[in-house]
């Protein structure tokens, strides 16, 4: 598994977050078993002191007549007293108290022994009395070692015959509960490690699973190359995101296959555009040069050549200017363009052509002047490949119209022939580059097909759009829409 993948980091990140779970659960954990079990023992000591001080009351019962308890706790020198009477009820009673391997004292608020347990050895007391300090007017609890053994042991204050104040410390080994305590520890970082690790394994096992159609995907698309872009992942059986990542993966490829379809027909169009030119040239030179011809006949081929450069030449500058226009390069030099005049240039210039058919062009312009921001050079691209495609594609004695409004902030200008028009089925592909309908009536009108797609691109550059409405053999309109900066220029005088 590598650190920076998916099933890695999904892992690291579920065990810690368990790992802090199961911690803090654990410390909570520890701390209630700990405060139960030594509830239960201070309860015991609690009990267990009681039951000595109602012991020693009870001798003092006993032995009221002779005062010989109350001589036996009072006096200066514990050797003193009459021990062994003492000693005899003790021993009888320690052993229903259970108190076999506890420790125990009497002493005075001054901290005078005046009692001990029979176990605790003067060994015993030195490592016992300076652990366990005496605390004459409340109960406390306290830890302490001894002999390698953990003890809890109370310090419990108490009166004997309402007058005498004594404290009495009992100690008990805890060494079972502390036993008790390490094996809880134990069992839950037992039960934390095998808890990770099961969940290691299963995040680890999950993540393979899910990420399954992942490797399938990265696997496919390792094969998927530019000769079997066909290939699509299937998404069959897949979970919905991925399905949807799948699928878009395809769509992905889809678009790629289109494009690579596109390149290639674009080439072959290029080629194809190229090669015409340069083959018509080529045979005319080798049939000038194959005869001894008169410099008439040498003009003319050099005419014919010079024209095929000439369309060699604007096909590769308009291939150009649209590939610019594609990467979206900053190809316009913007100026202020009044487009009535403009359009006025314009007319004059295609009527020349259109007189050769004998084709009228009527200009319908508003009387007023339109301002608008453009390209001067390439607007008149759009309309001399308009009206050159209404001139090619209107038969003779037909007639066009160039109607300009203004129209909201924008000019709309149509151009309307009486031509052969544009078929139904042919209208989707009428701004494609290199597409030309194939009429066998109109094989000769020449063109790349470029023209429309250029215009229309150019429009779009500066705003506008150009749509077309067109019936077959009836006309065609095109209709250029331009956003306009204002009407009519308003000059102060100062
Ligand atoms: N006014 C029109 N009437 C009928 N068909 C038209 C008209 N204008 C364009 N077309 C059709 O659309 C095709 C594409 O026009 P476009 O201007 O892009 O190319 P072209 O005129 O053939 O060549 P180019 O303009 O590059 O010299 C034309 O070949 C023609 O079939
Ligand atoms: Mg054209």
């Not at 020693?56 to 020198?77: E, F, G, H, P, V």
């Not at 799948?246 to 379809?261: C, K, P, Q, T, Y």
Request: glycine share 4%.
């Amino acid at each position: 598994m590598k650190i920076n993948s998916i099933r890695f980091k999904t892992s690291i990140f579920y065990s810690g977050i368990l790992l802090a779970i199961l911690g803090l659960f654990s410390v909570y954990l520890y701390a209630t078993i700990h405060h139960i079990l030594y509830q239960e023992v201070r309860q015991g000591l609690a009990l267990k002191a009681g039951q000595i001080d109602a012991f020693i009351d009870a001798y003092a019962d006993i032995a009221t007549k002779d005062n010989l308890m109350n001589d036996y706790l009072s006096a200066s020198d514990e050797n003193a007293a009459p021990k062994w009477i003492i000693n005899h009820l003790w021993e009888q009673d320690s052993k229903s108290l259970g108190l076999n391997n506890d420790y125990f004292r009497i002493l005075s608020p001054r901290g005078r022994v005046r009692l001990r347990s029979d176990n605790m050895t003067n060994n015993i007391e030195s490592i016992f009395a300076p652990q366990f300090p005496v605390h004459a007017d409340q109960i406390t609890f306290n830890h302490f070692q001894m002999n390698n053994s953990l003890y809890y042991g109370i310090s419990y204050p108490f009166r004997f015959s309402n007058r005498n104040s004594f404290v009495l410390q009992l100690a008990t080994p805890v060494d079972s509960v502390q036993q008790i305590l390490s094996q809880s520890v134990l069992f839950m970082a037992l039960g934390i490690v095998s808890i990770l690790l099961i969940t290691v394994f299963m995040g680890s096992f999950l993540t393979r699973r899910i990420l399954k159609p992942v490797s399938e995907v990265t696997l496919t698309a390792n094969n998927i190359s530019q000769k079997n872009l066909h290939l699509r992942i299937p998404h069959e059986k897949l979970d919905h995101e991925m399905e949807e990542l799948v699928n878009s993966f395809n769509r992905m490829i889809d678009r790629l296959e289109g494009s690579f379809a596109h390149i290639n027909d674009f080439s072959s169009h290029v080629a194809h555009e190229l090669k015409t030119p340069l083959a018509i040239i080529k045979t005319e030179m080798e049939l000038a040069l194959s005869k001894d011809n008169p410099p008439q006949e040498d003009k003319r081929v050099m005419k014919i050549a010079l024209g095929e450069i000439d369309r060699l030449v604007r096909t590769i500058k308009d291939l150009l200017l649209l590939a610019k226009l594609e990467y979206k390069l900053n190809i316009f030099k913007m100026d202020e363009v009044e487009i009535i005049d403009f359009l006025r240039d314009i007319h004059q210039h295609s009527q020349i052509l259109a007189e050769e058919k004998n084709i009228n062009i009527e200009l319908k312009l508003p009387d007023y002047p339109v301002f608008l921001d453009g390209d001067t050079v390439h607007l008149r691209r759009i309309f001399f490949n308009l009206l050159h495609n209404a001139i090619k594609f209107t038969p003779t004695n037909g007639s066009i119209e160039i109607l300009a409004q203004v129209q909201d902030k924008q000019v709309v200008i149509r151009i309307k022939d009486t031509g052969i028009g544009i078929a139904d089925t042919d209208k989707p592909h009428i701004f494609e580059k290199f597409f030309r309908v194939q009429r066998p009536d109109h094989e000769d009108v020449g063109g790349s097909g470029l023209g429309l797609c250029m215009a229309k691109t150019v429009a779009r550059s500066h705003g506008g759009d150009i749509t077309f409405e067109s019936q077959l053999n009836k006309g065609t309109t095109f209709i250029v829409t331009l956003p306009i900066t204002h009407l009519q220029r308003v000059f102060t005088q100062i």
